[in-house]
């Protein structure tokens, strides 16, 4: 394609740059090709504003019928590639038709403007803001470039953040009771939490944690739900006995989070699952899941001390309760369900 | 199979050391390049080894080893880090994200101790942090390691009296409850290692656990060396935390263990201070546990401790340690109905110890120990345990050891009932015991009434207990015992007569009931005995106060006389005769002519009634007549009554030679140096004319019967006696008598048919050289024999 390229060669540069662009916070953003770069990172109600050079290329001219710059909020299926559905479009006109000879900036301002989702990149479904430039040709076909950049909406901590708790079980084979400090975490956060064993009967060779991430798209028959689990955390090592409590202490730092998003312009979801899984011996695995919410927080928390919190776990009076047995390989997999 | 496993298992072990020294060789690479992603990577992978199950501990250890001295070299790596101004806290983070939680925690424990030292935060917060994020690893073995490393890391940075890490907050019961703590989740660990996995494999379950239990015992060793722990902090906190973990474990290697560790590594001074405290816990532990060595340990270091320095006895009076430890053999012995009769007796024979040691004045304590021990004994009959008896044994030499002196051991009332339960054999043993320490120690005992108590104790060797002789005695045995039964009685002394008197009459009245057998061993101890209280009397002016009822040798001589009667039971006539002559010798040193008479007619009888074998008849006869010579208390007719017999005896020997050289024997009997009216010259010529008689007589029918005239050795042998008394100016041996002797035997020996005899040569030869020799030395004695010619 190289000889097309040269063929319809763009007949001038467009670059396109903020005006904060030295000061602003640059985030790494992993692109569609993989490669990762550093782009700025702004948040819902800023002003967006920079300039927007045309710079043709030398002993040639550019004719046009306009040049505007566009600000959109893009979700793209990949079901459905290249087919973007924008709910965010802002146009700023730059010029008037007419010829350009030699480099020419135009400035441009978005002010306060509302971008209610954060950027995304998912299994099956990417969130993208972009300033995009037009340079209208009538018969060439237009001149356009790209500029991306990162929204992240921070919001303040939730001022009610309960702890999960919650007794489960197995009858006559396995009870727990298990407690996570909060209900939400920011992504830097540390879910610090505790397992207690009221009752073993099978033979556990251990317990893990895992993070898992339900992405779903689409809606209604269409909908397609993807699962991965991102984080696999070993919580214990061999088998504990009635009594024991085995401590949680997960890092969220080193994993690729990123905030649940809740039916985003009715087109998709992600949300976050603790997953916590005992394997036994005979490697039949028995889990509880347990949706959390992530989110960036305005004020992450300060890091600065070690973590070494521990929350009461307290014996509550144990209530018999009927054994649940989730579908599918049941003697493979086994949900442990409430009590 | 087993060898199977153990090949396998080698295998792992090497496969598992190969995986950890890659990963350490990695690791040391990103160290040197001061790489922390990289050296946490690797370190984390090296570890990973660890999370093996396939290891008996034992091989276990020799992998862990290995990674102790790799995170060594990290630990030394985070310091470096620390001082080039990374952060410890976000260090300390850093680790945690390893997804693996064994390599997590064992790196966790190694950045911990480096947080620890930098001060970055408070010692205890982090020995809480990290003892509480270790219980993710519940499989025993890996825990007991994980653990064991935390323990290791954290010994020189626990927040103790006078550490670097005292202070702000951190205090020495911080470092207590670290360590209490972990000790609490291991012993946890240790214990379930016990009811994992199948049934049939209990053994080597066992085997790797008491492997294991050191990993546990450190803790509270390290308990121990806590500088803060003193008695107060041991009294209130750290012992009755122990105690409840060692109690609530309920299992049965696990107590044992750890009340062995508590009693070894506390000093003997809490011990004793907290002493109701232990001992408390004793009989809420699992019945099968072997408390008698817990508690018998206990108490050989308090003993040992009491032992140490006079100045410690008051401590042991003041918080009552006899009492208390005798209440809690007491409990426990209720407790443990099942215990064997060697566990009651190992009990009460180191208590019996402690309290030798700790109370050696109050003996009544020794004796309600040895009271309690003969109840718990009571309705069980002898016992039959060879190891019980072998304990009793020790409990009954205890008190004889400490006090070097049985007379103590006597005092005690209830020392025999407890050898009631002896079985005949260790009874003689124990027995045994008793005279070899009096016989150490030359123990005086001093009155009949403890004599009688002693012999009551050692009645084992003195007769046949039940009546039952022994038929399956061994000989030397029975030897060895009544020789050492001899020698006690011959140790007998007293200076006071009157005691000594009745000592004896004891004595003998236990002796005579001995049977034939033993008779033969204990009479002449007792005879001789009884014969130096004789010669001790002796010395004394007779009868001081005329009172009838005091000691005279008379009723000794009397008491003798019925003793050695009694040997005629079993019989031997020799050694009655012997011992008649012995008293009859002694008869005559205390002037009492009708005693010695009657025992020279006593041993006369038996000469002549019992004795009956010519070898004997000879032996017999001579000590008749060497005993007989020394005798002067007797008047001149008994004198002659008994010489005549004693003559009469001779003559009438079986053999030729033996009446011949018991003639000339007799002949001494005429001539007593050293007594003037005992010089009778014409019957000791008498004599010696008969011996010559005899002596030709005997070549005489040596040469009918063998045709040869035999040796001439009693001619020489005559010639002798004839230049003793010649010598001695007996006025009937003269030169004349002496030359034709000699010249008889100089005839004899050239004469063919007399048998030459080189020895008889030489002895002749010798008594010529005498004459000569007495010739040379001039003089009186020269003169005398002048005449003679050789």
Redesign the interface.
């Known amino acids: 394609m190289n000889y097309l390229i040269g063929a319809f060669k763009p007949s001038c540069n467009i670059s396109i740059t903020f005006s904060d662009a030295k000061t602003r916070k640059q985030v790494p953003f992993k692109k569609e090709n993989g490669q990762t770069v550093m782009l700025p990172l702004f948040q819902s109600q800023e002003n967006i504003s920079g300039k927007v050079s045309v710079e043709p290329v030398p002993g040639k001219k550019v004719e046009h019928n306009g040049i505007k710059v566009e600000l959109l909020g893009q979700i793209e299926m990949y079901f459905d590639r290249g087919n973007f559905y924008d709910f965010t479009s802002l146009v700023r006109e730059l010029d008037i038709p007419g010829e350009i000879y030699e480099r020419k900036t135009f400035p441009f301002e978005f002010s306060t403007v509302e971008m209610p989702y954060e950027t995304y990149n998912g299994a099956n479904v990417r969130l993208r803001y972009v300033l995009k430039v037009t340079i209208s040709r009538g018969y060439a076909g237009s001149i356009v470039e790209y500029q991306d950049f990162v929204v992240r909406n921070y919001s303040p901590p939730p001022s009610i953040n309960n702890s999960i708790k919650m007794e489960v079980g197995i009858e006559d084979c396995l009870h727990i009771e298990f407690e996570y400090n909060k209900s939400k975490y920011h992504l830097k956060d540390v879910i610090v939490g505790k397992i207690y064993f009221l009752l073993v009967r099978i033979k556990i060779k251990?317990m893990d944690l895992e993070i898992r991430r339900r992405e779903s798209t689409g809606s209604g028959a269409n909908t397609h739900v993807e699962t991965e689990t991102l984080?696999?955390?070993?919580?214990?090592?061999?088998?504990?006995?009635r009594g024991?409590?085995?401590?949680i202490?997960l890092?969220l730092?080193?994993y690729e989070l990123t905030p649940t998003h809740k039916n985003i312009n009715n087109k998709f979801s992600v949300k976050y699952y603790l997953n916590l899984v005992l394997v036994d011996e005979e490697d039949r695995r028995y889990f509880k899941q347990q949706e959390n919410i992530f989110c960036w927080c305005e004020r992450p928390v300060c890091?600065?001390?070690?973590?070494?919190a521990?929350p009461s776990c307290r014996l509550k009076a144990f209530h018999n309760g009927q054994t649940y047995v989730d579908g599918g390989d049941a003697q493979r997999q086994q949900q442990i369900s409430p009590i | 199979m087993i060898a199977d496993r153990a090949e396998d298992e080698e295998k792992w072990l090497a496969a598992g050391m190969t995986g950890l020294q890659q990963n350490a060789f990695h690791m040391h690479r990103a160290l040197d390049s001061n790489n922390l992603r990289d050296a946490l990577k690797y370190s984390a992978q090296m570890l990973s080894e660890l999370r093996t199950s396939k290891l008996s501990p034992h091989k276990y250890y020799v992998l862990y080893m290995r990674a102790f001295d790799e995170l060594r070299k990290l630990e030394m790596f985070f310091k470096e880090e620390a001082r080039r101004g990374c952060s410890v806290i976000d260090l300390y983070e850093l680790v945690q994200h390893a997804g693996n939680i064994l390599p997590r925690l064992y790196l966790l424990c190694t950045v911990g101790s480096v947080y620890i030292k930098s001060k970055e935060a408070p010692a205890k917060d982090v020995l809480k942090d990290l003892v509480e994020m270790c219980r993710g690893i519940q499989h025993p073995v890996r825990g007991l390691f994980l653990r064991s490393y935390l323990s290791q890391v954290s010994r020189d940075k626990l927040p103790d009296i006078g550490s670097d890490y005292e202070g702000d907050g951190d205090t020495v019961v911080d470092a207590v409850d670290f360590v209490l703590q972990n000790f609490t989740e291991m012993n946890k660990l240790w214990v379930r290692m016990q009811h994992q996995g199948p049934a049939r494999e209990k053994e080597k379950r066992e085997k790797e656990r008491s492997e294991l239990r050191d990993l546990v015992g450190k803790n509270l060793h390290v308990l121990s060396q806590i500088e803060g722990v003193d008695l107060e902090m041991y009294k209130e906190t750290v012992l009755p935390r122990v105690l409840e973990q060692v109690v609530n474990c309920k299992d049965e290697i696990a107590q044992f263990y750890l009340m062995e560790c508590i009693i070894q590594v506390f000093p003997d001074e809490y011990h004793l201070q907290t002493l109701d405290v232990l001992l408390g816990a004793c009989p809420q532990l699992q019945p099968s546990v072997d408390i008698k060595t817990v508690l018998s340990q206990l108490m050989e270091r308090l003993s040992n401790y009491a032992a140490s320095s006079a100045e410690v006895l008051p401590e042991f009076l003041q918080v009552e340690a006899f009492s208390k430890l005798s209440n809690a053999i007491g409990k426990v012995i209720e407790a443990q109905v099942d215990m064997p009769t060697i566990g009651v007796v190992t009990l009460y024979s180191s208590l019996l110890k402690f309290t030798l040691h700790v109370h050696p004045d109050r003996l009544d304590y020794a004796d309600q120990v040895l009271g309690a021990c003969v109840k718990k004994l009571s309705g069980k009959g002898k016992i039959e345990d060879n190891k019980a008896t072998k304990q009793i044994v020790a409990l009954l030499s205890a008190p004889l050891e400490k006090y070097n002196d049985i007379v103590t051991a006597l005092k005690l009332s209830n020392y025999p009932r407890v050898m009631e339960y002896l079985d005949n054999e260790t009874n003689k043993v124990m027995a045994t015991v008793i005279i070899q320490s009096i016989l150490k120690n030359k123990t005086q005992i001093s009155t009949a009434e403890k004599m009688e108590a002693l012999f009551e104790l050692i009645k084992g060797l003195i007769k046949d207990l039940d009546g039952i002789p022994d038929d399956e005695l061994d000989e030397d045995d029975f030897k060895e015992e009544q020789n050492s039964v001899a020698r006690l009685i011959q140790m007998l002394s007293n200076d006071d007569p009157e005691e000594m008197f009745k000592i004896i009459c004891t004595v003998r009245k236990h002796v005579l009931t001995g049977g034939p057998k033993r008779l033969l061993f204990t009479v002449p101890p007792l005879v001789f005995s009884s014969l130096k209280l004789v010669r001790q009397l002796q010395g004394q002016e007779e009868n001081p106060f005329g009172d009838d009822l005091s000691t005279t040798p008379k009723k000794i001589f009397q008491l003798l006389n019925q003793t050695i009667e009694a040997l005629s039971s079993i019989p031997v006539p020799d050694l009655a005769l012997r011992l008649y002559l012995q008293c009859a010798e002694a008869a005559n040193d205390c002037e009492l002519e009708p005693v010695a008479y009657e025992f020279f007619t006593q041993a006369y009888i038996l000469y002549e009634e019992e004795i009956s074998d010519s070898k004997a008849q000879v032996t017999a006869i001579h000590l008749i007549i060497g005993t007989l010579q020394r005798m002067h208390v007797f008047g001149v007719e008994n004198k002659d009554t008994l010489t005549h017999k004693a003559t009469g005896y001779s003559a009438k020997l079986l053999k030729k030679p033996d009446q011949c050289r018991a003639v000339y024997a007799c002949g001494h009997l005429f001539w007593v140096d050293d007594q003037e009216n005992m010089k009778d010259g014409d019957r000791v010529l008498i004599c010696l004319k008969r011996a010559l008689r005899i002596a030709n007589a005997a070549q005489q029918m040596s040469n009918a019967a063998r045709g040869s005239t035999g040796s001439v050795t009693l001619f020489v042998e005559i010639l002798n006696k004839y230049l003793y008394f010649f010598e001695k100016g007996n006025p009937q041996i003269t030169v004349a008598s002496i030359q034709s002797l000699i010249e008889l035997i100089t005839n004899e020996m050239q004469s063919e048919s007399t048998t030459p005899d080189p020895a008889t040569d030489a002895f002749f030869a010798s008594t010529l050289r005498y004459i000569e020799f007495q010739k040379q030395k001039g003089g009186a004695v020269g003169e005398k024999y002048e005449p003679i010619k050789a």
């Open positions: 251990n984080a696999k955390f070993e919580l214990m090592d061999g088998a504990p006995v024991e409590s085995i401590p202490r890092f730092s080193p890091l600065g001390g070690p973590t070494m521990y």
